[in-house]
């Protein structure tokens, strides 16, 4: 069974960091693309970051030369690290498994910037 588990996150003020972890079992880790999405209140879930199992990554254009996503394959885990936070970076932080066929999401956590 897939499992999904994120750390990290918390509250910030404008300029800080954070790093996310998330950790996946139950899958051939290295096969996966990993994501990080953030919701917002009233807005959609957008993606912010994702590394594929080439380490080739994609980030959206607003956390562009400000986060670096990663991953350890050794470790099954991937990181979001978050520097010089703005306040609209504030949203609630989803992981993603993804790889054809399957979907895995963690559970969340909270990033909250403040000015």
């Known amino acids: 069974q897939v499992h999904v588990e994120q750390s990290g996150g918390g509250l910030v003020q404008t300029g800080g960091s954070l790093r996310l972890s998330c950790t996946a079992s139950?899958?051939?880790?290295?096969?996966?693309?990993m994501a990080w999405f953030r919701q917002a209140p009233g807005k959609e879930r957008e993606l912010v970051a994702s590394?594929?199992?080439?380490?080739?990554?994609y980030y959206t254009a607003s956390v562009k030369g400000r986060f670096t996503i990663s991953r350890d394959n050794a470790k099954n885990t991937a990181y979001l690290q978050m520097n010089n936070l703005k306040p609209e970076d504030t949203a609630v932080y989803h992981c993603?498994?993804?790889?054809?066929?399957?979907?895995?999401w963690g559970q969340g956590t909270q990033v909250t910037v403040s000015s």
């Open positions: 139950g899958l051939t880790f290295s096969g996966y693309t």
């Open positions: 590394i594929d199992w080439r380490d080739s990554t």
């Open positions: 993603n498994a993804q790889r054809l066929g399957s979907d895995n």
